[in-house]
């Protein structure tokens, strides 16, 4: 059965999250691992390459279109990966969470198809990033860019990236102690900022909080989309993809 909502956010508010050892194993256990991994928003590396393949608009990329789609194939095997850890229960979880404007996913398309994508929880300030797949080239790349630019639009301060990868790392990610991650964490669900305001320190209230943060992205691209000949008159750029090129080239 589906994991008790409730409890599931007190855990990441707490540093821990659940996992399975298979698709179909049905038992959950709860991770509080001695090393994190995280994504500083301003250390994301943008190579040349992915700068250019954002710029020119391969992949049309949404959010929060086919959560359901998102994480049941985050959850089926790969090439490089015969099990996965998520089973029915966290899957049926998470489906319930983005349900109530939890959880969240950016996915990206070639020709209508789901190349690509990513999903996770928001709350608070902070963003935990739960698994992402890939079934063309730079499609994970792509969809993890566009999360950073819309968390750093969104007055985020911390994405979770639970365990370290060669894939991740290549894109900026670190590792810290456990310690120092609960110290962010504990900032990052109590912290006041912009464009969200009001963060309450219980769970359930950082988790409902942090829509407006998440939605600004969407409010940023709207404004482009019914500007005239300007394009994004607010931010001075003329497409998706350059928009999100400026948010993650500039620096707080």
Same mark, same amino acid.
């Given at each position: 059965m589906p994991i008790d909502l409730d409890l599931l956010l007190q855990a990441y508010a707490n540093g821990i999250f659940p996992m399975s050892d298979a698709r179909d194993d049905p038992d959950t256990f709860w991770i509080e691992p001695e090393y994190r991994a995280?994504?500083?928003?301003?250390?994301?590396?943008l190579s040349k390459s992915l700068a250019k393949t954002i710029r020119q608009g391969r992949f049309t990329v949404t959010a929060d279109t086919a959560f359901a789609q998102i994480i049941a194939?985050?959850?089926?095997?790969?090439?490089?990966?015969?099990?996965?850890?998520?089973?029915?229960?966290?899957?049926?979880?998470?489906?319930?969470?983005?349900?109530?404007?939890?959880?969240?996913?950016?996915?990206? @398309?070639?020709?209508? $198809? =789901?190349?690509? /994508?990513?999903?996770? *929880?928001?709350?608070?300030?902070?963003?935990?990033?739960?698994?992402?797949?890939?079934?063309?080239?730079?499609?994970?790349?792509?969809?993890?860019? @566009?999360?950073?630019? $819309? =968390?750093?639009? /969104?007055?985020?301060? *911390?994405?979770?990236?639970?365990?370290?990868?060669?894939?991740?790392?290549?894109?900026?990610?670190?590792?810290?102690?456990?310690?120092?991650?609960?110290?962010?964490?504990?900032s990052a669900l109590t912290t006041t900022g912009q464009p969200s305001s009001g963060f309450a320190s219980s769970p359930a209230g950082a988790a409902g909080s942090a829509g407006?943060?998440?939605?600004?992205?969407?409010?940023?691209?709207?404004?482009?989309a019914g500007a005239s000949c300007d394009g994004f008159s607010s931010t001075g750029v003329s497409s998706p993809g350059k928009l999100i090129l400026q948010l993650l080239t500039q620096t707080s």
């Amino acid at each position: 059965m589906p994991i008790d909502l409730d409890l599931l956010l007190q855990a990441y508010a707490n540093g821990i999250f659940p996992m399975s050892d298979a698709r179909d194993d049905p038992d959950t256990f709860w991770i509080e691992p001695e090393y994190r991994a995280i994504l500083p928003l301003e250390g994301f590396r943008l190579s040349k390459s992915l700068a250019k393949t954002i710029r020119q608009g391969r992949f049309t990329v949404t959010a929060d279109t086919a959560f359901a789609q998102i994480i049941a194939t985050c959850a089926e095997s790969q090439d490089d990966r015969r099990e996965t850890w998520i089973n029915p229960d966290i899957e049926e979880s998470f489906c319930q969470l983005h349900a109530q404007g939890r959880a969240h996913s950016v996915e990206c @398309w070639v020709d209508g $198809r =789901l190349v690509g /994508g990513l999903y996770g *929880l928001a709350m608070g300030h902070a963003f935990f990033g739960e698994s992402m797949f890939s079934r063309e080239t730079d499609a994970s790349k792509v969809a993890l860019a @566009w999360l950073v630019a $819309r =968390l750093k639009l /969104g007055g985020f301060a *911390l994405l979770d990236c639970q365990f370290m990868t060669d894939h991740l790392a290549s894109l900026g990610a670190i590792e810290i102690t456990q310690g120092a991650y609960l110290k962010l964490l504990q900032s990052a669900l109590t912290t006041t900022g912009q464009p969200s305001s009001g963060f309450a320190s219980s769970p359930a209230g950082a988790a409902g909080s942090a829509g407006a943060a998440w939605g600004a992205l969407d409010d940023a691209l709207s404004a482009g989309a019914g500007a005239s000949c300007d394009g994004f008159s607010s931010t001075g750029v003329s497409s998706p993809g350059k928009l999100i090129l400026q948010l993650l080239t500039q620096t707080s």
